[in-house]
């Protein structure tokens, strides 16, 4: 169940106007934070990303289904599924023991899968997907909200990046 504030924080990008995937953040941005303190595991960062998807369409978040072709269809079943019950079952109570059973598997995973090197190579094969102009206005982003010192350091790291290139040509 997510906890009140993030429904809260959801509600709020939906009234500023934001769009689903805005508000079903808050979501996943909860289920990283879970993985890491060690609530439960997970085997990959899509399937962290893919419960806080679940738990938003749940909550009420007006997220589609993936398009066909997309996902297995299995996946794209699910999606509607999960969207269905946000719409019209809120008030009923989940399985006690579907749950436990869910955690149970997920605390037998790891807690990497939310680190910060698990969630580049993740956030920038997803950049690739969506092409090159998106990736460029994402590192322009980022150039306006890292600040002095995180430019500073992005910048070391980008020579060091260079040089282990070189070495390895």
């Not at 909860?30 to 909550?59: D, F, N, T, Y």
């Not at 995973?109 to 460029?136: D, F, K, N, V």
Request: charged content about 35%; aromatic content about 2%.
């Amino acid at each position: 169940m997510p906890q009140e504030e993030v429904i809260q924080r959801a509600e709020r990008d939906k009234r500023e106007g934001k769009s689903a995937s805005t508000q079903a953040g808050e979501f996943v941005r909860e289920e990283m934070h879970h993985v890491r303190e060690g609530k439960h595991g997970a085997r990959s960062p899509q399937q962290a990303i893919a419960i806080g998807l679940s738990k938003a369409r749940r909550a009420g978040v007006k997220l589609p289904a993936p398009k066909r072709g997309k996902t297995s269809d299995r996946t794209r079943r699910q999606a509607l599924h999960e969207l269905s019950r946000g719409r019209f079952s809120r008030g009923r109570m989940p399985s006690k023991r579907r749950s436990r059973g869910t955690l149970r598997a997920l605390q037998r995973e790891g807690h990497s899968a939310a680190s910060p090197r698990a969630l580049g190579p993740h956030a920038r094969s997803a950049a690739r997907r969506r092409g090159r102009r998106s990736l460029h206005s994402a590192a322009v982003k980022a150039v306006r909200t890292k600040g002095r010192a995180g430019l500073r350091a992005a910048a070391r790291k980008a020579v060091r990046t260079r040089a282990k290139h070189r070495k390895a040509a």
